[in-house]
């Protein structure tokens, strides 16, 4: 099992930054993928950025040249950096873990973010 605990979320003005922070703990093998969806009112989870432990990362169109994503794999953490923030952007954000294609993945709890004058 592997519990992932998320933090960072908050409210910010558009165009403002923040950062978010995802530890993962339990039973964490040594190749896995780490990432980060969210979830607007009325709409699927989306992805917005995966990274494997290899350091190789993906994004969502949406958010390339916006976000962000980085991990310390000595910490078993995972970090989304979030700048030039839209209106769009809002949701719940889940931090995500699996070993890769195929085997179960594993949620958080989800931090909101809200973007809004």
């Known amino acids: 099992q592997v519990q992932l605990v998320e933090s960072g979320g908050g409210l910010v003005q558009p165009g403002g930054s923040l950062r978010l922070s995802c530890a993962a703990s339990?039973?964490?093998?040594?190749?896995?993928?780490m990432g980060w969806y969210r979830q607007a009112p009325g709409k699927q989870r989306e992805l917005v950025a995966t990274?494997?432990?290899?350091?190789?990362?993906d994004y969502a169109d949406s958010v390339k040249g916006r976000f962000t994503i980085s991990r310390e794999n000595a910490k078993n953490t995972v970090y989304l950096q979030m700048n030039s923030l839209k209106p769009e952007d809002a949701a719940v954000y889940y931090c995500?873990?699996?070993?890769?294609?195929?085997?179960?993945?594993?949620w958080g709890q989800g931090t909101q973010v809200t973007v809004s004058s």
């Open positions: 990274i494997t432990t290899g350091g190789n990362s």
């Open positions: 339990g039973i964490i093998f040594s190749i896995n993928v």
């Open positions: 995500s873990y699996t070993r890769g294609s195929g085997y179960a993945r594993y």
